[in-house]
């Protein structure tokens, strides 16, 4: 006879499934609240102090804390001496192990839950039970979903409770209890904070921190300024992270997740003036990152607009007078140091993707000209100003610039066309020296038409369209010089 522990929280379909194991010939222990369940559905089921022989004490807190239990379930079947400790101490195999965790999810969600209550709801026997388990799955079927009933009693009246399919039980079990811990860690650092609601009113929304290191938003100071907004933390750790790409001094305004303005100097004076001047309208209500501390002069700039947030190094004590006579403004201090081999998360419907931050950079030298004529070197550094902004532009992505500030900026359209168009519609200016660059391929010579027709003369482009070359000939065709990257930056 196989042997199994039941023990659930969430007690959806337990009967039944406990009904269907004791039918396949499995002895069912249980505890507490789950043991009282199966007893009242006229069950057979058995004590977990049968296993132990000692009973649950402190009010239940500890009760599967025993050897009794899991050496039963952590022996590995494979080495005659874990088999021999078990027959000489009188323990029991557990073949099978069925835990889902104290809610401590749902009961810090509760209004004024208390700290004490949190406490008592924190789980130590059931994770301690499934990681010792799931540890096992070569020899022990885990489960933490009861979604999971049926089939595991179809593979088991079918013969097909193989190691492979406990290996995916046992992922399950450790993404469960990594899941479980994280919530504890939150509530109990404080490293959640509620926001007034999410991108609209009628959502709700929270800060969660992974980290406060000084280089990230999470860990920036706030010197000033009311709590920032579900699209302030958004918006501003967009211009974070471009902001972050200059080693010049330079800034970067953001609207609604996309450069409108950028630009770099000899000073951060005058990197502002040109970010500022990029799109004096747009800039209206945004964010502003600065890559330098922020002077009186630079403060009495900032301070004629209305701004959401300035992110900066520091603010000089004569800056922050001028500053904080706003009262709304956030003043956000940051370090500006880069963060290598930073993930980031995107939630979707049932789970959520991970992937690497999009921080790779190519040199001039690594890019590829191939078009008949080359870039000069003011377009050089035009070239490089488009594509070092375009990444941080919602695709499909056209940026304008110079050698010092964004000119024209085209976001988020459905086709790359019409991105370019809009880029050439808002261009402060436009000559031979704006550079073009695009986010991904050109997949015919459309868009290098359209640019060429506005006067643009250089550009810069991934490559790697089974089409490149009508974009080539194009380029040729009107004597622009074009770049290629063999790198994209799609920003969905």
Request: hydrophobic share 40%; net charge negative.
């Amino acid at each position: 006879m196989k042997n199994a522990i039941l023990s659930v929280s969430d007690k959806t379909n337990i009967v039944e499934f406990a009904s269907k194991l004791i039918e396949n010939g499995y002895k069912v222990y249980s505890t507490g609240g789950t043991k009282k369940a199966l007893e009242e559905a006229n069950i057979e089921v058995y004590s977990v102090s049968d296993l132990t022989n000692f009973p649950e004490i402190m009010d239940g807190r500890v009760k599967t804390l025993h050897p009794g239990v899991h050496g039963g379930i952590l022996a590995n079947r494979s080495i005659p001496e874990h088999l021999s400790a078990l027959k000489e101490q009188d323990i029991d195999l557990i073949d099978l192990v069925v835990v889902n965790l104290y809610p401590f999810k749902e009961t810090i969600k509760k209004e004024n839950v208390t700290e004490d209550e949190a406490i008592e709801n924190i789980d130590i026997g059931g994770p301690t039970m499934l990681r010792a388990a799931a540890k096992n799955y070569k020899f022990v079927t885990t489960i933490v979903d009861p979604t999971d009933y049926n089939e595991v009693i179809n593979r088991i009246e079918n013969n097909e409770l193989d190691e492979a399919y406990r290996k995916s039980l046992m992922v399950k079990v450790f993404k469960h209890t990594n899941d479980y811990d994280k919530t504890i860690v939150e509530f109990f650092a404080n490293e959640s904070e509620q926001l007034r609601y999410g991108e609209n009113p009628q959502q709700n929304a929270t800060f969660v921190k992974t980290s406060n290191e000084s280089n990230t938003l999470a860990g920036a100071k706030q010197l000033h300024g009311k709590a920032l907004s579900f699209n302030n933390i958004k918006d501003a750790d967009a211009t974070l992270s471009l902001i972050k790409k200059f080693e010049q001094p330079a800034a970067v305004a953001v609207k609604h997740m996309n450069p409108c303005g950028v630009g770099v100097g000899e000073t951060i004076e005058e990197a502002y003036d040109y970010a500022y001047e990029a799109d004096s309208q747009s800039i209206f209500g945004g964010i502003v990152a600065l890559n330098r501390p922020v002077t009186k002069k630079l403060a009495e700039s900032l301070h004629a607009i209305f701004l959401e947030v300035v992110i900066a190094p520091s603010f000089e004590e004569e800056a922050l007078e001028v500053l904080t006579t706003k009262k709304n403004i956030r003043l956000l201090e940051v370090d500006m140091t880069e963060t290598k081999d930073e993930q980031e998360f995107v939630s979707v419907s049932g789970g959520y993707l991970v992937q690497d931050k999009d921080n790779a950079t190519i040199s001039r030298e690594d890019m590829k000209v191939v078009t008949d004529v080359e870039p000069t070197e003011a377009q050089w550094k035009a070239l490089e100003l488009s594509w070092k902004v375009v990444r941080s532009v919602k695709s499909n992505a056209i940026v304008l610039a110079n050698d010092h500030q964004t000119v024209g900026v085209g976001a988020g359209q459905m086709n790359r066309v019409g991105s370019a168009k809009i880029a050439i519609d808002r261009a402060i200016e436009m000559n031979e020296n704006v550079a073009l660059a695009s986010d991904g391929f050109f997949p015919m010579g459309d868009s290098v038409e359209t640019a060429a027709k506005a006067g643009i003369k250089t550009i810069i482009q991934p490559g790697g369209s089974i089409k490149d070359q009508d974009s080539i000939d194009m380029a040729n065709k009107y004597g622009i010089s074009m770049v290629f990257t063999g790198m994209r930056h799609f920003k969905h």
